[in-house]
C-alpha cells in the first residue's frame, strides 16, 4: 500500500570495502541546500552492507519556504574507530529522477545508489577525510522531517503490521486499535488518571503535577499504547521531527504490545495495577519501598524488553534509517526516568524513603532486551515472548548496556 495523496521516496545501497566484501558503516542521507543542508534519515548499514531508507517531501524541505520536489541526494559514509566516527566518504547523486517507478500504478518513488566503495580495506585503520562531517544537517534540531496525518499513519501501520506478525507469531493485530495522533497528552493522561484512581475529583495542584507529567512524556515519547482504550497514542511534535521509517518503528514497538497484553491479559491487569501505584505515589507525594519497585521494574522489563527486542534486533535490520535524529543521551534519561526517582515527586515523601536503588525505564528496556538475546541461537530469527519472564534490573546500566551491545552484535552474526 502507498499512500496516493503524496509521494513517498525510498533509497537503498550498499557499502564495501574497495575489494568489495562489505562493511558495517554509518550511511547519513542528505539533502544539499545553499545554506544548512538538510539531513533526512541516517543509519548503520547490516552485516552485508545493505541499508534502506524511505522518506516524505518534508525531510528534504526543512526550511520555511522550501519546495522542492526532488531532494538534491547526497551521502556520507563513516565507520567507527574506537569510540569515533570517522567520516570516509562522500558522494553526490543529485536530482535523481526516481523514474524506476514514475510509471508503477502505486506511486513509489524508489532508487537504488548502487555500492559506495570505501577508500579503504577490511582491518586497515580509518583516517577521516578532510571537511566531512558524519551528519551533516543535524543542527537542524527541531526541523520537522514529516507532516503526520491519518492517512500516513494509515500506510506506515499497514507495512509494519506484517513484519511484527511475522516475527511475533501473533496475527490481526491492527484488529480493534484505533491510532490517535495527540498534540498534547493532557487529556489523555487526565482520564487515566481518573481510571487509575477511580476519582475525579483533582485539587488545582493535582491537575498541575498530571499536566506537567503529560508535558516531560510529550518530549520525549513517541507513542504509547492504552491497553484499556485500545488505542495508540501518537506524538505529532515528537514524530515529525523524525523521519518516515523511524515512525514504522515506532508503530511496530507499540504493536508488539498489543500481541503482548491479547495473549496474556493477566499482565495486561499487573500492567495497571503498576499505573495504579505509580500514579498514586505521583500525587500522594510518597514512594514505593525497594521490594515493590523491584517487583515492577521486573514486570515492565518483559514487557518493554521484549518490544525492544522486536524494534532493535529485528525491525532495525528491515529499517536500517529508522534511527531518531538529533537525540541526546541527556533525552534518554529524560524519557525514561521513573515517576519514584525522588527528582518527579511533587513535595518531600510524607512517610517512606528513597533510599535505595532506583530502576529506570532505560534500564527495564536494556535488561528485558539482554535477557531474550540470550534466549536467541545465532543466526535464529526471534524467540517467542514469555509472559513469566522477570529480568533481573540492576540500578547501574553501564554494565547492562555493554551486556546488550555483544548480545545484540552475536544474534544479528556480526564479526
Known sequence: MVSQRRPIFTVRGRVAFFDGTPARAYVAIVDADPDLDDLIAAGTTEPDGTFRASFTAEAFNQEAGEAEARPDLYVIVSVLSGTSMVPLLRRDFGKLAFANA???????????????????????????????????????????????????????????AHHVEALTGWSRLRDGVRFAIMDDFD???????????????FSPDELAWIASFARGCEADVFAQWDQVAQVVLLNRRGLELQGLDCLKVTLGHELVHVGQMRARPDLAALQELVWSRSWRHLLDGTVATVDERREDA???????????????????????????????????DRRFRTWENERTLPKTPAGGSVEGPVWTKASQYVAGHAAYLRRTPVEAGPVPFDGDLRPAVEPDDLELAE???ALRERARGAS
Open 298 to 332: 521486573r514486570l515492565m522489563a518483559n514487557i518493554e524488553g521484549y518490544a525492544a527486542y522486536i524494534e532493535e534486533t529485528y525491525l532495525a535490520r528491515i529499517y536500517t534509517h529508522a534511527t531518531p535524529v538529533a537525540r541526546h543521551a541527556a533525552a534518554a
Open 102 to 160: 514514475a510509471s508503477s500504478a502505486n506511486g513509489a518513488m524508489e532508487e537504488d545508489l548502487g555500492t559506495l566503495l570505501l577508500p579503504l580495506g577490511r582491518g586497515e585503520k580509518p583516517s577521516p577525510t578532510p571537511g566531512l562531517r558524519s551528519s551533516p544537517g543535524r543542527g537542524k534540531v527541531g526541523a520537522r522531517r514529516l507532516r503526520l496525518d491519518d492517512d500516513l499513519v494509515e500506510l506506515a501501520v499497514d507495512e509494519v
Open 187 to 201: 487529556e489523555p493522561y487526565r482520564e487515566r488518571a481518573r481510571r487509575l484512581l477511580g476519582r475525579s475529583d
Open 403 to 405: 551486556l546488550l551491545i
